[in-house]
DNA sequence: CTGAAAGCGCTAACAG
DNA sequence: CTGTTAGCGCTTTCAG
């Protein structure tokens, strides 16, 4: 570590060979002769030669980098940041997109770099990382339909892939599920099991998929004569699905069909509803949304709608990689369809 | 996008001075006329002028870039390398991890690169990309005593920081938790509210970690005449608690009191308790391990013992910002004291 | 306090 | 198939 690293120059001079003959046995060109390629090979070796990436991204203008950001709406007090990255991370649902989104980089040799944009300065920031070229390009989770970043990356013609479409048209391609599709199946279930007195604990209806979820149960229950669903704004949280449970059995104690827009108010709902000696699924049978990790995990474990997230993070990886790599040009969508999981809560 | 990026050299015909001049008020060295800093600022801001990190990065070798690896030990499959990804990353701890660091990192303007070593070829690229230039150093959590990483990384000169202390010394700072203290703080609990046949999951006996909390339970077991403590080995996952309940159980029917090595483990177990009709902790008391955000979300709450992850983390990033920037040359160890939270099960 | 000039290490034409 | 030659955009002495 005391001596300077070895550079092309100097396996070049060990090899006795030119630096771009060096340079493109590293980079795997052809058109070497197998002789000299072996040569080179073995003084690489002998100097322990590691390429420089930053030279090598100055021309070649590539990180082999993707930002991998998480991003909010409005702004959030200095101290709520930390909370704002520990939320996210915690949540098993981001588990699963870097998860999907890594097993593609990998095998591109590409890597994920994190980035919570809760702010208006970390939106801005993030931008500014694109722009100094730290990144190519930038896969975004948001979490709420007004974010902003989507738009600042577009109008900043930076390669960016998103997950779920966002509630303002943007020039980017995005991986989305069919919501609406998930809350009908849903409902199917509570219906086809016979429960008649149906609660919902929706998720923030400031997401868009919260919306079309609850639309998609919704316009199912009409369909079957329920007009009417009584419905608590949850947030995504063990916590909120509680408190809206609660909420729900205090008023509707004859309650015997919920369905919770995803498995952490799920379990929560399961909790409340124990505790107030319901048996799930036999008083009540509750659906959960998106077949993560508690789902198993749960007790009793959770019926639910899947959400194939390692799919649509490494459909968003594949697609931010055509991107950059100007296979593709043109912004593209791809719609999941999502899929009932039947299992013992309902 | 479609136009060139302006340079320094764009900036500074804009701006009347030199490429020199404008690299300076960009880095912000003083030295520079008022006015013509002034003067400075709005070319960029005309041109909208953003630094080239690679052009940055060769001269000033510093990519505030630190890659956070996740290692294991041995290899692993294929096809389980993406499943090591996921269940990490769903692992409330490294929530928790990624949220300290993060914290740290941000003011600092660097980032968190994402990376999995659960197999050789992926612990050499890690050693690869950090000898790249890549990132200025690394963060590493090993999942076993006998990663190999630690040792790679030492031996390279490379500048990282280890979460735990390595189970072979090596020549690097660490942070870490006084866990046999924990274990002693658990045992005390659990003898001091009167239990008397108490068992015991402990985490994967190939983590130093989990070693060092059972030998500090049982050291303080013994003390207090309890020479045989009934254990199984669990794998700090919430299946892993209920298999080892379900077992202890078979054999233990009159047990009333169980320390587990981690707080998804206790979730595991405190389902089986009450399946099998025991109530915490009038029946059972159960004391886990970490307090994490499963530890609240548990029911009932688990009475657990606190390891501060965050600022675990923060330190780690703090010891290798000082090492990178060579503020600190020497390894050096920071250990933290667990503390006990008293919740409801136990 | 500012400018000129020398690279940092690598890739990519372009010759040969 | 291989070598020569330009830069990529920036920081940093070194003069002035």
């Known amino acids: 570590m005391s001596r300077q690293a070895p550079t092309l120059e100097d396996v070049a001079r060990e090899a006795g060979v030119s630096r771009a003959t060096v340079s493109r046995v590293v980079n795997g060109v052809r058109n070497v002769d197998p002789a000299i390629q072996e040569s080179v ?11 420089n990436q930053a030279a090598r991204s100055l021309v070649t203008r590539r990180t082999e980098t993707v930002a991998l950001v998480v991003s909010g709406a409005g702004d959030v007090s200095e101290e709520e940041r930390n909370a704002f990255a520990a939320r996210v991370v915690a949540d098993p649902f981001f588990g699963r997109v870097v998860s999907g989104v890594v097993g593609q980089l990998r095998p591109r040799s590409m890597h994920p770099v994190l980035m919570f944009a809760e702010t208006d300065e970390a939106r801005q920031e993030v931008v500014t990382y694109l722009r100094q070229g730290s990144a190519d390009g930038a896969l975004v989770v948001s979490t709420h339909a007004d974010d902003p970043l989507p738009a600042l990356l577009a109008a900043a013609g930076l390669p960016a892939v998103l997950f779920a479409r966002p509630a303002r048209p943007v020039a980017l391609s995005y991986v989305d599920l069919a919501h609406r599709d998930g809350g009908r199946l849903a409902a199917e279930h509570l219906l086809g099991r016979g429960c008649r007195r149906i609660v919902t604990v929706s998720g923030p209806l400031a997401v868009t998929a919260s919306q079309e979820r609850l639309a998609g ?6 369909r079957h004569g329920h007009a009417y669903v009584p419905l608590v704004q949850g947030g995504f949280t063990v916590d909120s699905g509680v408190a809206a449970m609660t909420e729900l059995l205090a008023e509707h104690p004859d309650v015997d069909g919920v369905f919770a827009a995803n498995d952490l108010m799920a379990q929560g709902i399961c909790q409340v509803l124990r505790e107030h000696g319901r048996r799930v699924p036999h008083d009540v049978a509750v659906v959960g949304f998106d077949d993560s990790s508690v789902a198993v995990t749960c007790r009793p474990p ?6 194939p997230v390692e799919d649509m993070a490494a459909a968003m990886a594949r697609l931010l ?3 950059i790599g100007g296979v593709r040009t043109e912004p593209t969508s791809i719609i999941f369809d999502p899929e009932l999981v039947v299992r013992e809560s309902a």
């Open 41 to 51: 090979r073995q003084a690489i070796s002998r100097t322990g030669y590691a390429p």
């Open 217 to 222: 149960f919704r316009d199912t229950m009409a």
């Open 302 to 307: 959770l019926t639910t709608v899947r959400q």
């Open 321 to 323: 990689a055509e991107h």
